[in-house]
């Protein structure tokens, strides 16, 4: 059964920083890992996208890394900024299914 | 873009009612998921649906049921609120091939049973 997992589940840095987000998975076998940014009371918006024969995604100050043989993926976000904080939410889809799994998300503050 | 749109985003019920939540997606997506999010539990998958009229159960689908008469609308009932169901909705859709496909999502709708 997949199982995904963010560490941390909250963070706080100072405006300006790079930081990392990471989300682990239990079953390399995936179509792809989606990276979400949900801004509290609000949906869920999709950030980036990584299929399964990808190592890695750029949507202007974030970059998104996936290590399948070893479970991982990480999203750097460059240049941290006050409008950066929300929770930030990983999902990954396994081979065969429809079906999503999702973190429990990182809750990240930026402080200006 | 993708427009994923809930009805409502915040609903006030009372416990036995029956509930209806509505979700229409304007991609002509296959796949629509409904979730359900709670603090410390993340998203939960209630039910999903791949085609018009083919649904299957996610991982908690007690007290809920669905329909898709539609491929553009996908419907969450609650067929007898309870308090435990007070949660925030979430509606999602995606193409279905290739499968690696994104996920796009409404605003979700914030639900209270009292």
């Known amino acids: 059964k997949q199982e995904v997992t963010q560490i941390p589940a909250a963070l706080s840095v100072p405006e300006g920083e790079n930081l990392v987000l990471n989300c682990s998975f239990t079953d390399s076998a995936i179509y792809n890992l989606q990276w979400f940014r949900q801004d509290p009371g609000k949906g869920l918006t999709s950030l980036l996208l990584?299929?399964?024969?990808?190592r890695e995604q750029t949507s202007g100050r974030l970059n998104a890394s996936l290590d399948k043989s070893s479970g991982r993926s990480t999203l750097y976000i460059a240049a941290s900024q006050p409008g950066d904080s929300a929770t930030y939410l990983c999902a990954v889809r396994t081979s065969g299914t429809y079906k999503y799994i999702f973190g429990t998300g990182t809750r990240l503050k930026v402080l200006a | 873009d993708v427009k994923v749109t809930q009805s409502s985003r915040y609903l006030v019920k009372r416990t036995g009612e029956k509930v209806f939540l509505e979700c229409v997606q304007d991609m002509d997506h296959e796949n629509m998921f409904w979730y359900r999010q709670d603090p410390g539990l993340g998203l939960r998958l209630i039910y999903f649906s791949y085609d018009v009229k083919m649904k299957e159960k996610g991982d908690i689908p007690e007290g809920y049921s669905v329909s898709r008469e539609k491929k553009e609308r996908f419907s969450l009932i609650l067929e007898s609120a309870s308090t435990n169901q007070t949660s925030m909705y979430l509606c999602?859709?995606?193409?279905?091939?290739?499968?690696?496909?994104?996920?796009?999502f409404g605003d979700g709708t914030r639900l209270s049973i009292l």
């Open positions: 990584i299929q399964s024969s990808q």
């Open positions: 999602a859709s995606s193409l279905d091939l290739p499968p690696n496909q994104p996920q796009h």
